[in-house]
């Protein structure tokens, strides 16, 4: 397993404002949501890097999505990865864009202690609110 510094050097994260999202890539996990809001943020946050870990068929819609929108920069596809929690552990916020869950298991497994103080939790509560939730650190 990576430690964390590898992990930021891999995905070149110095400087920037990293979010993380760990799901199957299905169309129920809201992704183009999530890639629509990071359209929107990018011109508050110029800085923000979005990591999409995980597999699934809606990955080729995904990447046409955010290669359309000129986001490549701000977005990447991750794929899956044996080191979720490392990956976890080296964002700033983790964001699940779920339409179905209300409390996803990745948001239990973030809460549960992963021994970093740097890591917030953002919750993206439903497709008709679209709110973004937080808790403190």
């Given at each position: ?6 992990v930021?050097k891999?995905f070149?994260?110095e ?6 999202n760990?799901?199957?890539?299905h ?13 929107k943020?990018i ?13 699934g ?5 995904l990447?046409q999505l955010?290669?359309?929108n000129?986001l ?6 991750v ?5 979720p ?10 964001a ?14 973030s ?5 970093s ?6 919750i ?5 609110t ?8």
């Amino acid at each position: 397993a990576q430690d964390i510094a590898s992990v930021r050097k891999e995905f070149n994260m110095e400087g920037r404002f990293v979010i993380g999202n760990f799901s199957r890539l299905h169309e129920e996990k809201g992704h183009i949501y999530l890639i629509e809001v990071i359209k929107k943020l990018i011109n508050k946050i110029p800085h923000l890097l979005l990591l999409i870990i995980g597999e699934g068929p809606e990955r080729i819609n995904l990447e046409q999505l955010v290669h359309d929108n000129k986001l490549d920069e701000y977005i990447k596809l991750v794929g899956w990865r044996k080191d979720p929690m490392t990956i976890m552990k080296a964002t700033d916020i983790v964001a699940q864009s779920t339409l179905q869950e209300a409390f996803s298991q990745v948001m239990a497994l973030s809460c549960s202690g992963l021994g970093s103080d740097t890591i917030q939790i953002a919750i993206f509560a439903s497709m008709a609110t679209r709110q973004v939730m937080s808790l403190p650190r």
